[in-house]
């Protein structure tokens, strides 16, 4: 079963507005990650949640975790033409990516 | 510091043949994965060293493959008798320890098998 799908596939915005992301996993976990992939830096990792956490932030990103509802929301604010790329979740119960969330900002 | 380093960048190869990819994890890191990314697809778990634990190899299309890891550093990973279906980019991670832990991933290789 795939772990870590991510919602919705493609995602188009101005620079500047905010952009969300949902991811949804199976199984119970000990912690849910986000990355980032584009042409230029390939896979990256942006951010860590621990189950035990509900919301992290790192700089002009923001993460929530709903352990209840096996989900997990990105949101990426005052987007900049640089954050085009994929987004995907990935939880430490499984080591599957699912497809991504293609986002696109555009100048 | 040095990041997590694979070669080749590009392999083209025929139908048949066997090629042999490599990863050089960030030093020090215990665990180190392998994945396989088709186009336009997610990331598809192949294996993952951790340590000296028997490796994790339940991602493993088929026998073609197979995966070594030398201590804690190098790993290569084998695909006998390429088919055109094995076309992807293969991506190479490691970690500080195991799956807790944030996973730092080289630049890939992109396979494309004729």
Known sequence: SQQGEEDPQALSIQEGENATMNC???????????YRQNSGRGLVHLILIRS?????????????????????????TASRAADT????????STLTFGKGTMLLVSP | GAGVSQSPSNKVTEKG????????????????????????????FLIYFQGNSAPDKSGLPSDRFSAERTGESVSTLTIQRTQQEDSAVYLCASSSRGLAYEQYFGPGTRLTVT
């Open chain 1, 85 to 92: 790329a994929s987004y995907f979740c990935a939880t430490d």
């Open chain 1, 24 to 34: 949804s996993y199976k199984t119970s976990i000990n912690n849910l990650q986000w």
């Open chain 1, 52 to 76: 035990n956490e509900r919301e992290k932030h790192s700089g002009r990103l923001r993460v929530t975790l709903d352990t209840s509802k096996k989900s997990s929301s990105l949101l990426i």
């Open chain 2, 17 to 44: 043949k066997d090629v042999e990819l490599r990863c050089d994890p960030i030093s020090g890191h215990t665990a180190l994965y392998w994945y396989r990314q088709r186009l336009g697809q997610g990331l598809e």
